[in-house]
């Protein structure tokens, strides 16, 4: 599968992956930023953003796109930054293929925990929304207050949405795979994968993704990890708190 992909800058290879229904452009504002010192790879995961939708979905898949991805672009040894879904993704890729062939990774608020399915109300509402009969952006937003009051998450979601050359609207992510599929999304990592190579976990210190005690099932999947905390953060450190992302980044993979 060809991926959408963005490069910015020049020097060590960076590669970012967004979470589920996001896309690369969330994480552009950081990697402008870290386009001075590395090459940055901003990626479109499959049936999100303008990559190929498929009906295949799961860690597997995507974690092979990622493999696909370096062997075509010639990257090596580069540093990952996975957020949510991504993050899954990078974990996923760390265990099921050779050590080698990253440097440091970067997990965004999500642990190799087994998630149970809590994205139920926000694929209903996307769904709730008329695509043939949607006349305006705003109309769309008005559809989804009805069941998602919280602004920054509409604002979220509709960056996906985009209006069709040949007239009307569509969502960029693949919206019914995503309904089919989303048990995929909080599956576990598989209790045999391991890797040695340096990881930086953070966790939003308003977000339950990542508990305390989930640090025991983290070391014991990537002994050399650690956990930091970004206080006044939700699940969306990137957006919250993004200069306090940068700097544990930053400080982590000089």
């Given at each position: 599968?060809?991926?959408?992909?963005?490069?910015?800058?020049?020097g060590k290879p960076?590669?970012?992956m967004h979470g589920i229904f996001g896309l690369m452009d969330n994480w552009m504002g950081l990697s402008k930023v870290l386009s001075q010192n590395y090459k940055v790879y901003l990626l479109d995961l499959r049936n999100h953003?303008?990559?190929?939708?498929?009906?295949?979905?799961?860690?597997?898949a995507m974690s092979q796109d990622l493999r696909k991805f370096m062997e075509e672009h010639s990257i090596e040894n580069p540093h990952i930054i996975g957020h949510s879904m991504g993050g899954k993704v990078a974990m996923y890729?760390?265990?099921?293929?050779?050590?080698?062939?990253?440097?440091?990774?970067?997990?965004?608020?999500?642990?190799?925990?087994?998630?149970?399915?809590?994205?139920?109300?926000?694929?209903d509402a996307l769904q709730s929304i008329d695509l043939q009969s949607l006349q305006s952006?705003?109309?769309?937003?008005?559809?989804?207050?009805?069941?998602?009051?919280?602004?920054?998450?509409?604002?979220?979601?509709?960056?996906?949405?985009?209006?069709?050359?040949?007239?009307?609207?569509?969502?960029?992510?693949?919206?019914?795979?995503?309904?089919?599929?989303?048990?995929?999304?909080?599956?576990?990592l598989?209790?045999?994968?391991?890797?040695?190579?340096?990881f930086l976990f953070i966790r939003g210190g308003l977000s339950h993704y990542i508990k305390d005690g989930d640090m025991d099932?983290?070391?014991?999947?990537?002994p050399n990890a650690r956990l930091e905390t970004v206080a006044g953060a939700g699940h969306w450190v990137h957006a919250e708190k993004p200069e306090e992302l940068l700097t544990l980044v930053q400080d982590f993979i000089r």
């Open positions: 599968m060809q991926l959408n992909y963005k490069v910015l800058g020049e960076l590669i970012i953003g303008r990559s190929p939708h498929s009906d295949e979905f799961d860690y597997e890729f760390a265990g099921r293929f050779q050590p080698e062939l990253f440097d440091k990774m970067v997990i965004v608020d999500i642990a190799p925990k087994y998630y149970p399915v809590h994205h139920r109300s926000i694929l952006r705003t109309q769309a937003d008005e559809v989804l207050a009805r069941s998602i009051p919280e602004m920054d998450v509409r604002q979220f979601l509709l960056k996906n949405l985009y209006r069709k050359d040949e007239g009307g609207f569509g969502w960029r992510f693949n919206l019914n795979i995503l309904n089919q599929e989303i048990e995929n999304v909080g599956e576990g598989p209790e045999h994968f391991y890797s040695e190579r340096p099932l983290i070391l014991k999947h990537f």
